[in-house]
T-cell receptor, first 115, second 113 residues
Framework: AQSVTQPDIHITVSEGASLELRCNYSYGATPYLFWYVQSPGQGLQLLLK??????LVQGIKGFEAEFKRSQSSFNLRKPSVHWSDAAEYFCAVGSSYNQGGKLIFGQGTELSVKP | DVKVTQSSRYLVKRTGEKVFLECVQDMDHENMFWYRQDPGLGLRLIYFSYDVKMKEKGDIPEGYSVSREKKERFSLILESASTNQTSMYLC????????????FGQGTRLTVV
């Protein structure tokens, strides 16, 4: 069965500092992996996704994520955080069409940014 | 742009009422999902549908049912609303034949009193 774990419920970083949000997944085949962001009162927006090829993927707003199969991880990173990055971040794993296309999310990590 | 539209942003219903949450997508996506979002619990999958009239239970289907009579529309039904179903409900759609991302509606904040 698919599952996603985001170990950090809440993270606080200073503006300008680097950021890494952790995501571990459980899935029997090659997963499709996603990171979404949800700003307060807003819907979910896709930051980036991985489905094959280069294990380091670039997304919007200066975010990147690295797929590490050996660690079943897909951690999200940003070199320098801006105050506008304060939001909730969700990692998700999706199955392929012939496995039903299910999409499972983690518990989310809330990011606070200190001035 | 892909659009996923949920019929209501806010709903207040009484305990025991039958509640319908409607979701429509305009991109001919095969997959549609209903999630429930609660603080600290993330998005939990209630039901998803991979084709018209086809559905599968997610992680928390108890107290809910769904209907998908047309490809573009996916309805979530609370047969007898209870206060523990007060939550934010999110609908999403996704093209299943590739590594398609899910597109989300704006959510329905349901309060059961």
């Amino acid at each position: 069965a698919q599952s996603v774990t985001q170990p950090d419920i809440h993270i606080t970083v200073s503006e300008g500092a680097s950021l890494e949000l952790r995501c571990n997944y459980s899935y029997g085949a090659t997963p499709y992996l996603f990171w979404y962001v949800q700003s307060p009162g807003q819907g979910l927006q896709l930051l980036l996704k991985y489905f094959s090829g280069d294990t380091l993927v670039q997304g919007i707003k200066g975010f990147e994520a690295e797929f590490k199969r050996s660690q079943s991880s897909f951690n999200l990173r940003k070199p320098s955080v801006h105050w506008s990055d304060a939001a909730e971040y969700f990692c998700a794993v999706g199955s392929s069409y012939n496995q039903g296309g299910k999409l499972i999310f983690g518990q989310g990590t809330e990011l606070s940014v200190k001035p | 742009d892909v659009k996923v539209t949920q019929s209501s942003r806010y709903l207040v219903k009484r305990t025991g009422e039958k509640v319908f949450l409607e979701c429509v997508q305009d991109m001919d996506h095969e997959n549609m999902f209903w999630y429930r979002q609660d603080p600290g619990l993330g998005l939990r999958l209630i039901y998803f549908s991979y084709d018209v009239k086809m559905k599968e239970k997610g992680d928390i289907p108890e107290g809910y049912s769904v209907s998908r009579e047309k490809k573009e529309r996916f309805s979530l039904i609370l047969e007898s609303a209870s206060t523990n179903q007060t939550s934010m409900y999110l609908c999403a759609s996704r093209q299943a034949s590739s590594a398609g991302e899910a597109f989300f509606g704006q959510g329905t904040r349901l309060t059961v009193v």
